[in-house]
């Protein structure tokens, strides 16, 4: 079945600092890609999302490239503020199959 | 205009009571899910539903049901309470299945 893995966290970086969350997936067919964006008591929040090779997701200074050679789906920001502390989770969906979501990585932002 | 509400916020109930979560979209969507967030934030979906079809996670014990009055509402009933359901439980929609979801602010359970 489909599966997602992400780099275990918590990451924890400086203020202004260049971040990259790694995410890798399995999936039969042609999945969607998405990245959601969990703050502190909230819900998940659509960040962004590519659906076919090649795609470039982007929103908020965020990143990522789907890559269908190498299965991944890394997200990337030039420079992160303490706002960005959060959780972050790589997803995939496919036609006929529910949502998976990857473990979420914790990112900590020091001012 | 929030998409997704769910109420409440909290619940802190005892161990052996029936609770119950409410969820409503106002996207017009067609389908709905319950998802349960552990203390590590992972995230376990529990149901999906539309107008036809129920997909249950066999995982989840049967003391839990989904009911869903209409497309826009899908409730979570929770039977004898356990220690091990305290967790945030998250209302999501989607158009189909396979679309992004858009998720609810989520409810802290806690059963003492």
Redesign the interface.
């Known amino acids: 079945g489909n599966s997602v893995t992400q780099m275990e966290g918590p990451v924890t970086l400086s203020e202004e600092a260049f971040l990259t969350i790694n995410c890798t997936y399995t999936a039969t067919g042609y999945p969607s890609l998405f990245w959601y964006v969990q703050y502190p008591g909230e819900g998940l929040q659509l960040l962004l999302k590519a659906t076919k090779a090649d795609d470039k997701g982007s929103n908020k200074g965020f990143e990522a490239t789907y890559r269908k050679e190498t299965t991944s789906f890394h997200l990337e920001k030039g420079s992160v503020q303490v706002s960005d502390s959060a959780v972050y989770f790589c997803a995939l969906s496919s036609y006929g199959q529910n949502f998976v979501f990857g473990p979420g990585t914790r990112l900590s932002v020091l001012p | 205009d929030t998409a ?1 509400s769910q109420t409440p916020k909290y619940l802190v109930t005892q161990m052996g009571n029936d609770k119950s979560i409410k969820c409503e979209q106002n996207l017009g969507h067609d389908t709905m899910y319950w998802y349960k967030q552990d203390s ?4 376990k ?1 529990m149901f ?1 539903y539309n107008n036809k079809e129920l ?1 249950i996670n066999e995982t989840v014990p049967n003391r839990f049901s989904p009911k869903s009055p209409d497309k826009a509402h899908l409730n979570l009933h929770i039977n004898s309470l356990e220690l091990g359901d305290s967790a945030v439980y ?1 209302c ?1 929609s ?1 158009q189909v ?10 409810t802290r359970l806690t059963v003492l």
């Open positions: 997704v590590k934030k992972f995230l979906i999906s997909i998250f999501a989607s299945s396979y679309n992004e979801q858009f998720f609810g602010p989520g």
